[in-house]
């Protein structure tokens, strides 16, 4: 049994137990009155008892009353509602928007999503409860899905209000794009029975869908619902922002210390805007700079806003490692936006080892890049090496193998040309001749500005990948390239000798040797990718499997996360924008930055009509207003008042 | 000395009579007189005419002259006209008794102050009805005693208090009004058990009046007649006889317009017996419409039987009532 309003019931018992108690003294007292003779008064109290139940009833105000108060509290037990709907309870879904266009403080100085909570809890508040001595259950159910890239179920179909009402509350403002598919996929799932479509269902039992959004969700054109199935609520009041769109920081190929940053400011509001930029590194501000920035266009054939962009960028020396944050000082609505983050990596240079019996020309390659050191030795000499204390001292980032099959593989990353090493789940079905490069993923670092489109291998090793594996060129006949994740090491094999090829030969050679051992040496396990997009997991390899790493983030701190046996970490949880430091035991700590750096996510202009896939839906006209309204407490407190009244009468002193 | 003496009492006594009767009011009494409905007759030579025929002043009727009729009575006038003989015959006077009974029990006494602005009484302002009782007997007293009438007061509660007997002419006026003005000590009901218990209650008292009654005459009883036992009987015992009876019923104004409220424990003076009650609309219409029946029924029962009835309330005039009501119904002239 749950008592639902057990409050209502205390403070009507607070009144009314006192007040019957001060009925039933007062009623005891009686005031003595001395009279000539009680003669005539016994025969009147005996006359009256008679006529009583002969009597016609006559005009009683007390009566009157209390036959009013029990009508009262008998309408109340009934469990009147006002209510706009009739029939079987039905259910719905809430759809709230969390994304960062949702922290906009544009509606009375609260957030978006506070008043998309508002009016859910409102709509809840609403919902026809259960009907008092009814055995049908015909109470309102629903639903709560908040969505950002992802959806995640608040709270099931359930008629328990405060559970759902608990469960908007819960909801997180979230710092990425927003994205409806797989929130509508959610909805499907838990609104249809198995083997049950809309079509066969009855009207009445259709979910209904209740979306609170500002209708900048990107892939709404995909989205597919029936004809009202789905009650779009507007949020927001205006477009204007100012934030940052794009980050980069880098290092001078020549002169490491030197680092150069650039940064996209866009203005979305109507007219132009000037603002000043913040340039800080590990939150010292090295430099200010203001900048105009011209106003949004739309687009007459899309109506799509476009909006102002002006560049900025700024220049300093630093030889050491940092977190770079660039801040728009403009106050907006919309702060989720208003600053970037990248980390810039140290001037570190690698240390790659070369094995190989003889191959002068990828010797010359490997000096020809700007590497700490680079050293040589033998396949026998590598065997013989302690490679325990090759794991775990790390001493060379990067360990190139020319045409060599160790016996052992310590744990490292490796760019192995012309073999295949054991235990990688890789193997050679054939030797392919004559091989041509027909496709290379150009976008990949490792292969940034090599053009591989003459690469010609007289044979090749057919390699036969792994699924995981990721190829970034292609033969005619065999994977070319290939980047794979074992045990630890990360391996970038190429399947054929490169002295059997023409690709010494090509300039792209020595760029695709320094790409290579950077990316090897810097992005992979030692130097993981450190900027990502809020959603977007942070991923770090080569730890031992099983240990602890603790993280701080821009709103929490010491949540604790396991590597995997692969030695791998993955934390999704980055949903919001700013600076997540791991501390892993015994080594420096990785800094992450995460940021939002989405055009479409900065336009914040509300929506008062969003396309869906061949359907139009405008905003609802009225924000969320309470439609069921239960008047059983009003019918108890007229009932309680009737009370006062009539033993006010009782006693009163004026005869009526 | 002693004529100082009696100078002095006799002025006391005049000032309590006062306190009763209004002197202009007693210079009013002075020319009225207490007449009986059935001319009685007394044992004194009195004032008083009485039916029977008899040796007078006043001529009455004529009979014709028999032989042996006393010669001084023919009426010569008559006779010189039609040459017969006729013989004149008188009324006789007779004295009259005046007794009047006065209820001196506690339902007389509520001591409740009830300010009445129609009165025209120059008296204390706390009328209640044993004070509107005694001025209505001091009144009837004085009535009587100055013209010579035999008079006896009586005075009872659960059994006859007091008696003034066989008084006659103004020097009983003193008596008479010591008499009404005493405090009488409130006795509490007899039990079953006691020997007098006959003599007790309204029943007994006019057992006790009813022998005590000689001749005929005139009886005025002053009550409220709220006699739990009833009156009936004891009133039987007094009607019928040889004596008008006026029974006067005083009444408060309190008895009569209860303004009771609310809950109530009514707690009766005399043998303090209670009734709870709830004021309500409806129980104070049963009440008036029982005290209304309660009236009619004594009323009845007096007139039925040859008995007059009064309804008088405390806060009426005593002038009013004696001057006018009094004189109309033909207890005075």
Redesign the interface.
């Known amino acids: 049994m749950e008592w639902l309003t057990p409050f209502n019931a205390l403070i009507a018992g607070a009144i009314a137990i006192p007040l019957l108690l001060l009925m039933y003294f007062l009623?005891l007292?009686?005031?003595?009155?001395?009279?000539?003779?009680?003669?005539?008064?016994?025969?009147?109290?005996q006359?009256?008892q008679v006529?009583a139940p002969f009597q016609k009833i006559?005009r009683n105000l007390l009566l009157l009353i209390q036959l009013l108060m029990v009508i009262l509290l008998l309408l109340a037990l009934a469990g009147p509602t006002a209510s706009l709907t009739s029939g079987p309870g039905r259910r719905y879904i809430l759809l709230i928007d969390r994304s960062a266009s949702m922290g906009a403080t544009d509606i009375a100085a609260k957030s978006r999503l506070e008043e998309a909570k508002k009016q859910a809890i409102t709509f809840v508040q609403s919902l026809r409860d259960q009907a008092a001595f009814s055995l049908h259950d015909t109470s309102d159910q629903a639903m709560v899905i908040a969505f950002n890239q992802h959806g995640k179920v608040q709270c099931n179909f359930t008629s328990d209000k405060r559970q759902i009402i608990s469960a908007i509350k819960s909801i997180e403002p979230g710092g990425s794009s927003s994205s409806l598919g797989e929130a509508m996929m959610i909805t499907r799932a838990f609104a249809q029975s198995l083997g049950v479509d809309d079509n066969n269902r009855d009207p009445q039992n259709l979910v209904h869908l209740i979306l609170f959004s500002d209708g900048q969700i990107r892939d709404l054109d995909q989205i597919d619902v029936g004809a009202n199935e789905l009650t779009f609520h507007s949020l927001g009041q205006s477009g204007k922002n100012t934030a940052v769109t794009s980050l980069k920081a880098s290092r001078s190929y020549e002169n490491p210390d030197e680092v150069n940053v650039f940064a996209t400011v866009s203005n979305y509001d109507t007219q132009t805007a000037t603002c000043d930029v913040q340039f800080s590194v590990n939150n010292n501000v090295h430099a200010v700079k203001s900048v105009t920035i011209p106003a949004r266009i739309v687009d007459k054939s899309s109506a799509e806003i476009q909006p102002g962009k002006a560049a900025v960028n700024f220049s300093l020396s630093l030889a050491e490692t940092g977190v770079v944050e660039v801040r728009q000082l403009q106050n907006d609505s919309l702060k989720v936006d208003d600053a970037a983050w990248t980390i810039l990596p140290p001037p570190q240079r690698l240390t790659v080892l070369l094995v190989t019996v003889g191959n002068v020309i990828l010797e010359s390659a490997l000096r020809a890049c700007p590497l700490a050191e680079l050293k040589t030795c033998t396949p026998v000499q590598f065997n013989n090496m302690d490679h325990s204390r090759l794991t775990i001292e790390k001493t060379y980032d990067v360990i190139v193998l020319d045409k060599f099959i160790p016996d052992q593989l310590p744990r490292s990353r490796y760019l192995i040309f012309g073999s295949v090493p054991n235990g990688i789940d890789v193997s050679v079905s054939a030797i392919v001749k004559n091989q041509i490069v027909v496709d290379w993923q150009a976008s990949h670092p490792v292969l940034k500005y090599v053009n591989l489109s003459n690469i010609v291998a007289a044979q090749s090793n057919k390699l036969s990948l792994p699924r995981d594996a990721e190829v970034l060129a292609e033969f005619n006949e065999t994977p070319a390239l290939a980047l794979l994740r074992r045990k630890g090491s990360v391996f970038l094999l190429a399947g054929f000798d490169i002295l059997q090829s023409n690709w010494p030969f090509e300039p792209g050679f020595v760029l695709f040797c320094y790409n290579a051992t950077n990316f090897l040496g810097t992005q992979t396990g030692i130097g993981p990718q450190s900027d990502l997009l809020a959603g977007q997991p942070i991923h770090l390899e080569g730890l031992s499997p099983g240990t602890v790493v603790k993280i701080d983030g821009p709103h929490f701190s010491d949540r604790t996360i396991k590597a995997n046996p692969s030695g791998a970490l993955h934390f999704p949880d980055t949903d919001q924008v700013g600076i997540y430091t791991l501390k892993i035991p015994d080594e420096t700590p990785k800094v992450f930055a995460v940021n939002l750096l989405d055009d479409k996510e900065s336009n914040i202009e509300p929506r008062k009509e969003i396309a869906l896939l061949g359907r139009q839906i405008k905003a609802a006209d009225k924000s969320m207003t309470r439609s069921n309204l239960p008047l059983w407490p009003y019918f108890v407190v007229v009932a309680l008042i009737l009370t006062c009244i009539e033993w006010m009468i009782y006693?009163?002193?004026t005869?009526? | 000395m002693d004529e100082k003496k009696a100078t002095t009492r006799n002025v006391s006594s005049r000032r309590k009579l006062t306190e009763l009767l209004d002197p202009q009011f007693m210079a009013r009494l002075d020319s009225l007189d207490v007449l009986s409905r059935k001319i009685l007759q007394g044992k004194l030579q009195g004032e008083r005419r009485s039916k029977r025929r008899g040796q007078s002043v006043e001529f009455a009727d004529h009979r014709p002259y028999v032989a042996g009729d006393d010669l001084r009575f023919v009426d010569w006038n008559i006779y010189g006209r039609l040459n017969q003989l006729f013989l004149k015959l008188f009324l006789e006077e007779q004295d009259l008794t005046v007794h009047i009974v006065l209820d001196d029990s506690a339902s007389m006494n509520d001591d409740r102050t009830i300010s009445n602005k129609k009165t025209n009484s120059t008296s204390a302002t706390q009328i209640t009805k044993s004070g509107f009782a005694k001025r209505l007997a001091a009144a009837l007293g004085y009535v009587s005693l100055v013209n010579n009438n035999r008079v006896t007061l009586s005075s009872f509660s659960h059994e006859i208090t007091g008696q003034l007997a066989h008084m006659r002419g103004r020097n009983y006026l003193p008596q008479m009004a010591e008499f009404l003005l005493r405090e009488t000590p409130q006795e509490s009901p007899l039990s079953p058990d006691d020997p007098d218990i006959l003599l007790a209650g309204f029943d007994g008292i006019c057992r006790q009046l009813s022998a005590g009654r000689t001749g005929t005459g005139i009886m005025i009883i002053i009550s409220d007649f709220f006699f739990k036992q009833g009156y009936q009987s004891g009133l039987r015992r007094l009607i019928g006889g040889k004596y008008d009876i006026y029974t006067i019923q005083v009444l408060s104004l309190a008895e009569l317009e209860p303004e009771f409220t609310g809950d109530l424990k009514l707690v009766d003076i005399e043998d303090s017996d209670t009734a709870e009650i709830t004021i309500s609309t409806a129980l104070l219409k049963y009440y008036k419409r029982t005290l209304n029946s309660y009236c009619n029924e004594l009323k009845d029962f007096c007139t039925s039987r040859g008995g007059v009835y009064v309804l008088a309330r405390s806060n009426d005039s005593i002038e009013s009532l004696v001057l006018k009501y009094l004189l109309k119904i033909g207890l005075l002239r």
């Open positions: 009623k007292k009686r005031h003595e009155q001395m009279v000539s003779s009680t003669l005539l008064w016994q025969r009147a109290i006359d009256l006529n006559r006693n009163s002193k005869r009526l």
